[in-house]
């Protein structure tokens, strides 16, 4: 352990690469599969990313090797920028300040001819999509937007999370009704026979309690689970509702809109209805031809989720490729310079937020900070305090963004070509390194106190940095972005100068100023403005004015309403059965019980009014599954009770209990109020 621990600290510990390595360092990070445009031949360029097109030219590249066939491929185009659509900062006119240039008008070439606007200037550098026919774009949303996005998307998951929660308690078995303890002097209450009232309502239980009872000879039962399941399949699927009441019939015609489902179901239905209610006695012919109908059915839904998952697995394979791991990005920059110890970072405060007195570090240096082309452009405040910040000992670096009018500094474009060299004043800091760019802007200065550092030839130069006070601080302007992005880290020394111009600066830290440093709101109602909810957020305030108006202001100390109280229908009944115990009267009441139970089950049962006992207890033991000869013997005897004149009160027996027990199960099985 204890040397696993010194191996990671001598790690953690170890020098960084040289810096005449930082171009292997940047094949390394090239070679990872996330920058896809130099691993995909069909990487989606810009217009702006393929002004990297000519410099790199047709021939094989060694740290992005398939770049050159991703000029080939169509070019991707960015949806509804909005507020991220910034221009480039080099309006060529010889003047300072905007400066963003009209993306209709043609950008004059080295050779004097117009390329149609198709220079590659950098415009909107956000993230890649592929093209798509105008899509319908939602407005973009503040903060009080997003919260108000994720109180509703919660709001839903909880909801999905409790139907999920119902649908899996309804698959539950029910659970057996507690028995009323039996009164002694009426004698022990008969024993139930819970395996017929409890049912299942899953329908892969209910199946496998249909097999399990034909392997058992049971083929009345069988053919009744296999029913269950088929109803129950076509509840959970929301075709029909099961309910005690209704019958085969009800649902049949629950399936009208679904032609061929009804003519299966109303099949399975006819071959049931014959065991449960005439005279086909169930065998082994009768359970199979109705099993093989309902498995189907039964199954259906999960063979339509398996194939609604295949098809969204194999519609998974469009790529997405990240604006930040795009050659406009920064993500391939800020790996390498972390490799050199230099941490870069974006900047997420404004430009007036930065104090011009900031002190300098331990080390006795300053901070970095690139604005690069699509940065917000600084107000003559905001520039004044940059300025100053840079002559206490700070580094502003200036990347594509027209200069102050202080560094007396213009744009032009026509460069002769695309290679860079450092100049003899900075050779002996950067060495001679062979550098190139995508663009062919260069500057034009005023001034002669700034101190040349990159330069297309004598004449055009490229950056320009200017010393700043006497504490080492420095303003250091470039013609563009370029190099500061991971296009640039493809082609020659470009990955050493970007290091070696970060260490030569000798920052703490460097920060990179982009065109999302202005978004966002800096205050509650500039949210609320940019989401578009004020109209929103005036209707719910007036809502609750409304509601307080309505509701008034009490006065007073609050008190609870008071209650009222009556005894529940169920206290009469239990008040009204204590006087018939004490009377021993249960056979005056099993006899008014029996005389509405045997008319509830008649109405359920039979469709006609068949007189006659039999006919019931046929129809009462196809609809329950119970044995007809114990139907018939509860019939029977609730019978003999509603036909008997005269009943006297003290006739009572220890069988009213069970008779009355056996009356309300039957009722309960073949729907309605016990």
Same mark, same amino acid.
């Given at each position: 352990?204890?040397?696993?621990t010194?191996?990671?600290?001598?790690?953690?510990?170890?020098?960084?690469? #040289?810096?005449?390595?930082?171009?292997?360092?940047?094949?390394?990070?090239?070679?990872?599969?996330?920058?896809? @445009?130099c691993?995909?031949?069909?990487?989606?360029?810009?217009?702006?990313?393929? %002004?990297?097109?000519?410099?790199?030219?047709?021939?094989?590249?060694?740290?992005? +090797?398939?770049?050159? =066939?991703?000029?080939?491929?169509?070019?991707?185009?960015?949806?509804?920028?909005?507020?991220?659509d910034f221009?480039?900062? $080099?309006?060529?006119?010889?003047?300072?300040?905007?400066?963003?240039?009209?993306?209709?008008?043609?950008?004059?070439?080295?050779?004097g001819? =117009?390329?149609?606007?198709?220079?590659?200037?950098?415009?909107v550098?956000k993230?890649?999509?592929?093209? /798509?026919?105008?899509? *319908?774009e939602?407005?973009?949303?503040?903060?009080?937007?997003?919260?108000? *996005?994720?109180?509703?998307?919660?709001?839903?998951?909880?909801?999905?999370? @409790?139907?999920?929660?119902?649908?899996?308690?309804?698959?539950?078995?029910?659970?057996?009704?507690?028995?009323?303890?039996?009164?002694?002097?009426?004698?022990?209450?008969p024993?139930?026979?819970?395996? =017929?009232?409890?049912?299942?309502?899953?329908?892969?239980?209910?199946?496998? +309690?249909?097999?399990?009872?034909?392997?058992?000879?049971?083929?009345?039962?069988?053919?009744?689970?296999?029913?269950?399941?088929?109803?129950?399949?076509?509840?959970?699927?929301?075709?029909?509702?099961?309910?005690?009441?209704?019958?085969?019939?009800?649902?049949?015609?629950?399936?009208?809109?679904?032609?061929?489902?009804?003519?299966?179901?109303? $099949?399975?239905?006819?071959?049931?209805?014959?065991?449960?209610?005439?005279?086909?006695?169930?065998?082994?012919?009768?359970? /199979?031809?109705?099993?093989?109908?309902?498995v189907?059915?039964?199954?259906?839904?999960?063979?339509?989720?398996?194939?609604?998952?295949?098809?969204?697995?194999?519609?998974?394979?469009?790529?997405? @490729?990240?604006?930040?791991?795009?050659p406009?990005?920064?993500?391939?920059?800020?790996?390498?310079?972390?490799?050199?110890?230099?941490?870069?970072?974006?900047?997420?405060?404004?430009?007036?937020d930065?104090?011009?007195?900031?002190?300098?570090?331990?080390?006795?240096q300053?901070?970095?900070?690139?604005?690069?082309?699509?940065?917000? *452009?600084?107000?003559? /405040?905001?520039?004044?305090?940059?300025?100053?910040?840079a002559?206490?000992?700070?580094?502003?670096?200036?990347?594509?963004?027209?200069?102050?009018?202080?560094? %007396?500094?213009?744009?032009?474009?026509?460069?002769?070509?695309?290679?860079?060299?450092? =100049?003899?004043a !900075?050779?002996?800091?950067l060495? /001679?390194?062979?550098?190139?760019?995508?663009?062919?802007?260069?500057?034009?200065?005023?001034?002669?106190?700034g101190t040349?550092?990159l330069?297309?030839?004598?004449? *055009?130069?490229?950056?320009?940095?200017?010393?700043?006070?006497?504490?080492?601080?420095?303003?250091?302007? !470039? &013609? $563009?972005d370029?190099?500061?992005?991971a296009?640039?880290?493809?082609?020659?020394?470009?990955?050493? !100068?970007?290091?070696?111009?970060?260490r030569?600066?000798?920052?703490?830290?460097?920060?990179? #100023?982009?065109?999302?440093?202005?978004?966002?709101a800096?205050?509650?109602?500039?949210?609320?403005?940019?989401?578009?909810?004020?109209?929103?957020?005036?209707?719910?305030?007036?809502?609750? &004015?409304?509601?307080? !108006?309505?509701?008034?202001?009490?006065?007073?100390?609050?008190?609870?309403?008071?209650?009222?109280?009556?005894?529940q229908?169920?206290?009469?009944?239990?008040?009204?059965?204590?006087?018939?115990?004490?009377?021993?009267?249960?056979?005056?009441?099993?006899r008014?019980?029996?005389?509405?139970?045997?008319?509830?089950?008649?109405?359920?049962?039979?469709?006609?009014?068949?007189? %006659?006992?039999?006919?019931?207890?046929?129809?009462?033991?196809?609809?329950?599954?119970?044995?007809?000869?114990?139907?018939?013997e509860?019939?029977?005897?609730?019978?003999?009770?509603?036909?008997?004149?005269?009943?006297?009160?003290?006739?009572?027996?220890?069988?009213?209990?069970?008779?009355m +027990?056996?009356?309300?199960?039957?009722?309960?099985?073949?729907?309605?109020?016990?």
């Amino acid at each position: 352990m204890i040397s696993f621990t010194l191996l990671v600290a001598l790690a953690a510990a170890s020098p960084p690469p #040289a810096l005449d390595d930082a171009n292997n360092q940047a094949r390394e990070i090239l070679a990872r599969d996330k920058y896809g @445009y130099c691993h995909d031949p069909n990487y989606p360029l810009t217009e702006v990313e393929a %002004g990297w097109c000519p410099p790199v030219g047709p021939e094989h590249n060694a740290r992005c +090797q398939t770049f050159p =066939s991703a000029c080939k491929a169509p070019r991707s185009q960015l949806l509804n920028p909005g507020r991220l659509d910034f221009s480039r900062g $080099d309006g060529g006119d010889g003047k300072t300040g905007d400066g963003d240039r009209d993306p209709d008008k043609s950008t004059p070439t080295g050779d004097g001819k =117009s390329d149609g606007g198709n220079s590659g200037k950098r415009k909107v550098p956000k993230r890649l999509v592929e093209p /798509e026919p105008d899509p *319908f774009e939602l407005p973009p949303l503040g903060g009080l937007g997003y919260a108000i *996005f994720w109180v509703i998307l919660g709001a839903g998951l909880l909801l999905i999370i @409790y139907l999920i929660a119902r649908n899996s308690t309804r698959n539950k078995p029910d659970e057996a009704e507690p028995v009323p303890p039996p009164q002694d002097e009426l004698g022990p209450a008969p024993a139930r026979d819970d395996h =017929s009232e409890q049912l299942a309502r899953d329908v892969n239980t209910l199946l496998d +309690q249909a097999r399990a009872a034909a392997s058992a000879g049971d083929y009345a039962r069988a053919i009744h689970r296999a029913h269950a399941a088929l109803l129950h399949r076509l509840d959970h699927d929301g075709l029909i509702r099961v309910a005690p009441f209704r019958t085969n019939g009800d649902y049949v015609r629950d399936l009208q809109s679904e032609a061929e489902l009804r003519r299966e179901v109303r $099949d399975i239905v006819r071959d049931v209805e014959q065991a449960q209610f005439g005279t086909t006695r169930p065998d082994a012919s009768l359970y /199979e031809r109705v099993l093989q109908r309902v498995v189907p059915i039964a199954t259906r839904r999960s063979a339509a989720l398996l194939a609604l998952l295949a098809v969204n697995l194999l519609s998974c394979d469009t790529r997405n @490729y990240p604006f930040d791991h795009s050659p406009s990005g920064a993500d391939a920059v800020i790996e390498l310079a972390a490799k050199y110890d230099i941490t870069i970072k974006f900047r997420t405060t404004a430009l007036a937020d930065l104090n011009p007195n900031e002190a300098l570090g331990d080390d006795n240096q300053g901070r970095t900070l690139v604005l690069l082309h699509d940065s917000p *452009f600084p107000t003559n /405040e905001e520039w004044a305090h940059l300025l100053e910040w840079a002559d206490n000992g700070h580094h502003l670096v200036i990347a594509g963004r027209p200069a102050p009018s202080d560094l %007396g500094m213009s744009y032009e474009s026509g460069a002769p070509g695309h290679d860079l060299k450092v =100049s003899a004043a !900075f050779s002996d800091r950067l060495t /001679e390194l062979d550098l190139i760019t995508a663009d062919d802007s260069y500057l034009v200065p005023t001034r002669s106190d700034g101190t040349t550092l990159l330069e297309f030839a004598p004449g *055009f130069p490229y950056a320009i940095q200017h010393e700043r006070g006497y504490r080492g601080g420095d303003v250091t302007v !470039f &013609a $563009d972005d370029r190099l500061f992005t991971a296009g640039a880290l493809m082609l020659r020394d470009n990955p050493e !100068f970007l290091i070696r111009f970060l260490r030569d600066l000798g920052p703490r830290e460097v920060e990179f #100023a982009d065109g999302l440093l202005d978004l966002g709101a800096d205050t509650p109602a500039e949210a609320i403005a940019n989401t578009h909810l004020t109209p929103v957020i005036l209707q719910l305030l007036a809502l609750l &004015a409304v509601f307080y !108006f309505c509701r008034g202001i009490r006065f007073g100390r609050p008190h609870d309403p008071p209650t009222r109280s009556r005894r529940q229908f169920a206290e009469h009944v239990e008040a009204l059965g204590h006087q018939y115990a004490r009377a021993r009267a249960s056979r005056h009441a099993v006899r008014l019980y029996a005389v509405w139970a045997l008319e509830r089950l008649r109405e359920k049962t039979l469709m006609s009014r068949t007189p %006659g006992i039999y006919p019931l207890a046929q129809a009462i033991a196809g609809r329950t599954g119970d044995d007809e000869n114990r139907v018939m013997e509860t019939l029977v005897e609730a019978s003999s009770l509603r036909d008997a004149t005269s009943i006297s009160a003290t006739t009572a027996t220890a069988d009213d209990l069970r008779l009355m +027990q056996d009356l309300a199960r039957l009722v309960r099985l073949v729907g309605g109020p016990r």
